[in-house]
């Protein structure tokens, strides 16, 4: 089956760039969407079909995906961005969702 | 505002089946560019997703759960549901459902491949004796 490999934890100083990969066998052929997961809540979506933003989610969240990897930019990183993140793509190949194993991402 | 609410027993004792229902407001459990899922979350772990369902009752799931998993929708109640056999302690977890965007062309929808833009809250299932 798929399998999406994410970095089980990043840190980042506040103010700098976070960046929280995703790899996966050719992952740039397919539409990759992030989740952002803060203690005790339900996931949010924050990015979707690799690089779209909900209008709720500040634009200094952006995303990209490429060849074996995609990748979850956080841009002036702040305290309230500690979160796990979640990478998610569509197998079509058996049909199923596929969920990375998720990133803790620290403001230190 | 879309909302989703999962309702349901919170303890399960092993091999018994485990049922929940995701109830829908602020929008149609019939719209026909939406799938409708659930996920789940062991306590200090990731997301493993368990299956979606579409408003015809076409149903996607997750290979490794599939023989003991089924979701149905109930389009009147605006409710979609979650019955799990056999369950174990693996099982406990917190359950999720949220809608699912798929891939849609003339009217209709094809397979579940979008992302999971509306969440509940989340349900905590223990499986205890």
């Known amino acids: 089956s798929y399998v999406l490999t994410q970095p089980p934890s990043v840190s980042v100083a506040p103010g700098k760039t976070a960046s929280i990969t995703c790899g996966g066998d050719?992952?740039?052929?397919?539409?990759v969407h992030w989740y952002q997961q803060k203690s005790g809540q339900a996931p949010v979506q924050v990015i979707s079909y690799d690089t779209d933003r909900p209008s709720a989610i500040p634009k200094r969240i952006s995303g990209f995906n490429a060849g074996n990897t995609a990748t979850l930019t956080i841009s002036g990183a702040e305290a309230g961005d500690e979160a796990d993140y979640y990478c998610q793509v569509w197998d079509s190949s058996r049909d199923q969702v596929v969920f990375g194993g998720g990133t803790k991402l620290t403001v230190l | 505002q879309l909302q989703l609410q999962e309702s349901g027993p919170g303890l399960v004792k092993p091999s018994e089946t485990l049922s929940l229902t995701c109830t829908v407001s602020g929008g149609s459990i019939s719209s026909i560019l939406d799938y409708w899922g659930w996920i789940r979350q062991p306590p200090g772990k990731g997301l493993e997703w368990i299956g979606s369902?579409?408003?015809?009752?076409?149903?996607f799931y997750n290979p490794s759960l599939r023989s003991r998993v089924t979701v149905s929708v109930d389009t009147s109640r605006n409710q979609f549901s979650l019955k799990m056999t056999s369950v174990t302690a693996a099982d406990t977890a917190m359950y999720f459902c949220a809608r699912h965007g798929g891939y849609c062309s003339g009217g209709t929808c094809f397979y579940p491949s979008g992302e999971f833009d509306s969440w509940g809250q989340g349900s905590l299932v223990t499986v205890s004796s």
């Open positions: 050719n992952i740039g052929l397919k539409n």
């Open positions: 369902i579409y408003s015809s009752g076409s149903a």
